[in-house]
């Protein structure tokens, strides 16, 4: 069956980087979008930013797109990646990785990874 | 960017009740391109609607969309005990694809 399994989080120092990675299982990972999504504690959902299947078509939520938040994905490896820079205490949440059900960006998402706390704090 | 409005914040219900959620969008959603989904604590999100009416993967049939444009509804037609969760929509007629604030179905 579908997995997702997210890794990379922790604590960081605001200003730094981090990179999440999330492995997919189960699946055919190359022929859909895929997804990052994360929630800040006792919050609620914040789309983060999606990738097409081929990784031709990629988008951000306004707030990390000037920061060099970067999606990306290697179909080799079955694994979606999120390189987040210039780290902002209101960066801290769980962030999920989750699967479209196409292989666009506008889906809705039928998978979701158990998540991966990053907490910006110095 | 489309901002979705939920309504209840909270909806205390007993087991057996009938649960109507409202989320209203700020601009047409096209398509129906409208999913919700359920949360339950420490839990990650799991899809229970898309297409605005069309029923995830193993969902009972007791969940229920509808709606279009501007004004969609998850109905529960019974709850049972492991429904009382929160419940998210979310649009993806267009990005950012934004989430509503959310509504808690709490036992009464």
């Known amino acids: 069956q579908e997995q997702l399994v997210e890794s990379g989080g922790g604590v960081v120092q605001p200003g730094r980087s981090l990179r999440l990675s999330c492995a997919a299982s189960?699946?055919?990972?190359?022929?859909?979008?895929m997804d990052w999504v994360r929630q800040a504690p006792g919050k609620g959902l914040e789309w983060v930013a999606v990738i097409s299947y081929d990784g031709s078509e990629k988008y951000y939520v306004d707030s990390v797109r000037g920061r060099a938040f970067t999606i990306s994905r290697d179909n080799s490896k079955n694994t979606l990646y999120l390189q987040m820079s210039s780290l902002r205490p209101e960066d801290t949440a769980t962030y999920y990785c989750?699967?479209?059900?196409?292989?666009?960006?506008?889906?809705?998402?039928?998978?979701w990874g158990q998540g991966t706390l990053v907490t910006v704090s110095s | 960017e489309i901002v979705l409005t939920q309504s209840p914040g909270t909806l205390s219900l007993s087991p057996g009740e009938r649960a109507t959620l409202s989320c209203r969008a700020s601009?047409?959603?096209?398509?129906?391109?409208l999913a919700w989904y359920q949360q339950k604590p420490g839990q990650a999100p799991r899809l229970i609607i898309h297409?605005?009416?069309s029923r995830a993967t193993g969902i009972p049939d007791r969940f229920s969309g509808s709606g279009s444009v501007t004004d969609f509804t998850l109905t529960i037609s019974g709850l049972e005990p492991e429904d009382f969760a929160v419940y998210f929509c979310q649009q993806y007629n267009t990005s950012p694809g934004t989430f509503g604030q959310g509504t808690k179905v709490e036992i009464k």
């Open positions: 297409g605005a009416s």
């Open positions: 601009q047409s959603v096209s398509s129906s391109y």
């Open positions: 189960g699946f055919t990972f190359r022929s859909y979008g």
């Open positions: 989750a699967k479209g059900r196409g292989g666009g960006t506008y889906n809705a998402l039928d998978y």
